[in-house]
C-alpha cells in the first residue's frame, strides 16, 4: 500500500517501538529495578529520595533499594546553605556531570554539606543515591546511566571505599562522556588518597572545597545560640586557634560540657578527648614584662618557645641586675613559672597568649606563623 494511511501506519508503528524501549522503573517493595513495561506497578520518572545500590545474586542484576531521607537540624550554620545552592545553580546549568569532591576530617563539616545537596535536591525533584559500596565497571556505568533523569550520586569515604585499582575504574564515569546529566559527590578524609588523575582536572572534578576546621564566625554563631555562660565566647573562638583543625564536633562537645557543669572552656577541656596537637614547626615567640618593662636578656636566646599554652607550663629565666654603677657588674639570673591556671587571656585569632602573676610579672607568647609557599603570593 501508498499514501498517506501507509505513512500513518508507519509514524505510529515508529512510536509503538520507541515506546517499548524506554526505560521504566519496576517498584517491588521498598526497591526499584530499571527495566522495562513488564509491570502493573511501573515508574516512568524515579521519585526524589534516597536509594542504595543492591544486587540481585541469581540474575546478576542492579536494582535501588529505597532507604530515608537525610534529615538536617533546624540551623545551619557557617555557608553550606550557599555553597549547596551554588553548587546545584552550576548542576543545573552544565549539560551533563559535574563532580565535587569535598575532603576534610570528620566533623568538619563536608558530610553536612553532602547531605544538604540530596536536601535540597529532593525539593528540586532530583532523586540521590548513596554509594556504599564499591561499585565501578561497565555494569555499574550502564546501571547508572540507564536512569535518564537528574540524578546525585554521593559517595561518602571515597578513598576508603575504593582502593587504588577501583578508582581507576571510575575515572570513565566521572569524565562526562555520558549524555545524562549526574551530579557526582565524593567525601573523603584523606586527599592524597584519591587518584592523581581527579585532581585539578575540572572535566571530571568541577569543584573541589577542603574543611580545615571552623572559622571564628561560625564559633561566635553557634555559642551565641547554644552557650549559656557567653561570657567566654571569645575564649572558645581564641581556644579553637590553637588547632590544626577544630572541628564541629569538638565545638558542640566542649559547649555540651560547659553547659552541664558551668565550667570554663579549659576546665571541660581537662576531661574531654579535645586536646590540641602541634607539628615540630609551632612554636611562639616570648615577651617578658617585669615591672613594666620588657626584660631584654632572657633564657630564649632566639625568643621561641615550643609547646601548648593550654597545658604546659612556661619557664623563663632572666638576667637581673643585683648592683650597678660599680666597675664589675654584679648579676644574677632570676626564674620565673608560668602555668596554664595563670592564662589570662587568649585574642580572637588564638594566636596571642597573656600570662600574668600575682605580683604583676606577665609572660605574651605570640605564635609564629607557618612558613610555607602560597600560590596566591605570586599575584
Given at each position: 500500500?501508498?499514501?498517506?494511511?501507509?505513512?500513518?501506519?508507519?509514524?505510529?508503528?515508529?512510536?509503538?517501538?520507541?515506546?517499548?524501549?524506554?526505560?521504566?522503573?519496576?517498584?517491588?517493595?521498598?526497591?526499584?529495578?530499571?527495566?522495562?513495561?513488564?509491570?502493573?506497578?511501573?515508574?516512568?520518572?524515579?521519585?526524589?529520595?534516597?536509594?542504595?545500590?543492591?544486587?540481585?545474586?541469581?540474575?546478576?542484576?542492579?536494582?535501588?533499594e529505597a532507604i530515608d531521607k537525610f534529615a538536617i537540624g533546624s540551623k545551619v550554620y557557617g555557608d553550606t546553605i550557599k555553597r549547596a545552592d551554588r553548587i546545584l545553580n552550576t548542576f543545573q546549568s552544565r549539560p551533563s556531570t559535574t563532580g565535587v569532591m569535598l575532603t576534610g576530617e570528620k566533623g568538619s563539616g563536608k558530610t553536612l554539606l553532602a547531605k544538604m545537596l540530596s536536601v535540597k535536591g529532593y525539593e528540586q525533584d532530583i532523586p540521590t543515591i548513596v554509594i556504599n559500596a564499591p561499585w565501578c565497571g561497565d555494569l555499574f556505568n550502564a546501571f547508572i546511566q540507564s536512569i535518564e533523569q537528574p540524578l546525585i550520586v554521593i559517595f561518602d569515604e571515597f578513598e576508603k571505599v575504593?582502593?587504588?585499582?577501583?578508582?581507576?575504574?571510575?575515572?570513565?564515569?566521572?569524565?562526562?562522556?555520558?549524555?545524562?546529566?549526574?551530579?557526582?559527590?565524593?567525601?573523603?578524609?584523606?586527599?592524597?588518597?584519591?587518584?592523581?588523575?581527579?585532581?585539578?582536572?575540572?572535566?571530571?572534578?568541577?569543584?573541589?572545597?577542603?574543611?580545615?576546621?571552623?572559622?571564628?564566625?561560625?564559633?561566635?554563631?553557634?555559642?551565641?545560640?547554644?552557650?549559656?555562660?557567653?561570657?567566654?565566647?571569645?575564649?572558645?573562638?581564641?581556644?579553637?586557634?590553637?588547632?590544626?583543625?577544630?572541628?564541629?564536633?569538638?565545638?558542640?562537645?566542649?559547649?555540651?560540657?560547659?553547659?552541664?557543669?558551668?565550667?570554663?572552656?579549659?576546665?571541660?577541656?581537662?576531661?574531654?578527648?579535645?586536646?590540641?596537637?602541634?607539628?615540630?614547626?609551632?612554636?611562639?615567640?616570648?615577651?617578658?614584662?617585669?615591672?613594666?618593662?620588657?626584660?631584654?636578656?632572657?633564657?630564649?636566646?632566639?625568643?621561641?618557645?615550643?609547646?601548648?599554652?593550654?597545658?604546659?607550663?612556661?619557664?623563663?629565666?632572666?638576667?637581673?641586675?643585683?648592683?650597678?654603677?660599680?666597675?664589675?657588674?654584679?648579676?644574677?639570673?632570676?626564674?620565673?613559672?608560668?602555668?596554664?591556671?595563670?592564662?589570662?587571656?587568649?585574642?580572637?585569632?588564638?594566636?596571642?597568649?597573656?600570662?600574668?602573676?600575682?605580683?604583676?610579672?606577665?609572660?605574651?607568647?605570640?605564635?609564629?606563623?607557618?612558613?610555607?609557599?602560597?600560590?596566591?603570593?605570586?599575584?
Amino acid at each position: 500500500m501508498t499514501g498517506p494511511f501507509n505513512g500513518t501506519i508507519i509514524k505510529s508503528l515508529f512510536k509503538l517501538i520507541e515506546k517499548t524501549q524506554m526505560t521504566y522503573f519496576l517498584k517491588q517493595g521498598n526497591s526499584y529495578t530499571v527495566s522495562k513495561k513488564e509491570s502493573l506497578d511501573l515508574h516512568e520518572h524515579l521519585p526524589a529520595g534516597n536509594y542504595v545500590i543492591k544486587k540481585n545474586e541469581m540474575t546478576g542484576q542492579l536494582y535501588l533499594e529505597a532507604i530515608d531521607k537525610f534529615a538536617i537540624g533546624s540551623k545551619v550554620y557557617g555557608d553550606t546553605i550557599k555553597r549547596a545552592d551554588r553548587i546545584l545553580n552550576t548542576f543545573q546549568s552544565r549539560p551533563s556531570t559535574t563532580g565535587v569532591m569535598l575532603t576534610g576530617e570528620k566533623g568538619s563539616g563536608k558530610t553536612l554539606l553532602a547531605k544538604m545537596l540530596s536536601v535540597k535536591g529532593y525539593e528540586q525533584d532530583i532523586p540521590t543515591i548513596v554509594i556504599n559500596a564499591p561499585w565501578c565497571g561497565d555494569l555499574f556505568n550502564a546501571f547508572i546511566q540507564s536512569i535518564e533523569q537528574p540524578l546525585i550520586v554521593i559517595f561518602d569515604e571515597f578513598e576508603k571505599v575504593y582502593d587504588e585499582q577501583e578508582q581507576e575504574a571510575m575515572l570513565t564515569l566521572l569524565d562526562g562522556v555520558y549524555p545524562t546529566k549526574k551530579l557526582f559527590v565524593l567525601t573523603c578524609n584523606d586527599k592524597w588518597r584519591v587518584n592523581s588523575h581527579m585532581r585539578n582536572r575540572p572535566g571530571r572534578i568541577f569543584y573541589s572545597l577542603e574543611y580545615k576546621g571552623l572559622d571564628a564566625d561560625f564559633i561566635r554563631e553557634y555559642c551565641h545560640d547554644n552557650l549559656k555562660a557567653k561570657e567566654h565566647i571569645e575564649k572558645i573562638v581564641g581556644i579553637a586557634g590553637t588547632f590544626d583543625e577544630f572541628n564541629f564536633d569538638m565545638l558542640k562537645a566542649l559547649v555540651e560540657e560547659m553547659n552541664r557543669y558551668n565550667e570554663t572552656p579549659q576546665e571541660a577541656m581537662s576531661m574531654l578527648n579535645t586536646k590540641p596537637e602541634y607539628g615540630d614547626s609551632s612554636s611562639y615567640t616570648i615577651k617578658l614584662v617585669v615591672n613594666g618593662e620588657e626584660v631584654k636578656d632572657t633564657s630564649y636566646e632566639e625568643k621561641e618557645w615550643h609547646g601548648n599554652p593550654l597545658n604546659k607550663s612556661v619557664s623563663v629565666s632572666y638576667k637581673v641586675v643585683e648592683q650597678e654603677g660599680t666597675d664589675e657588674e654584679v648579676w644574677d639570673w632570676e626564674s620565673v613559672r608560668f602555668s596554664p591556671a595563670e592564662l589570662k587571656k587568649i585574642d580572637a585569632n588564638g594566636t596571642k597568649y597573656v600570662f600574668t602573676k600575682d605580683d604583676g610579672v606577665s609572660l605574651i607568647l605570640t605564635k609564629v606563623k607557618t612558613k610555607g609557599y602560597s600560590y596566591w603570593d605570586a599575584f
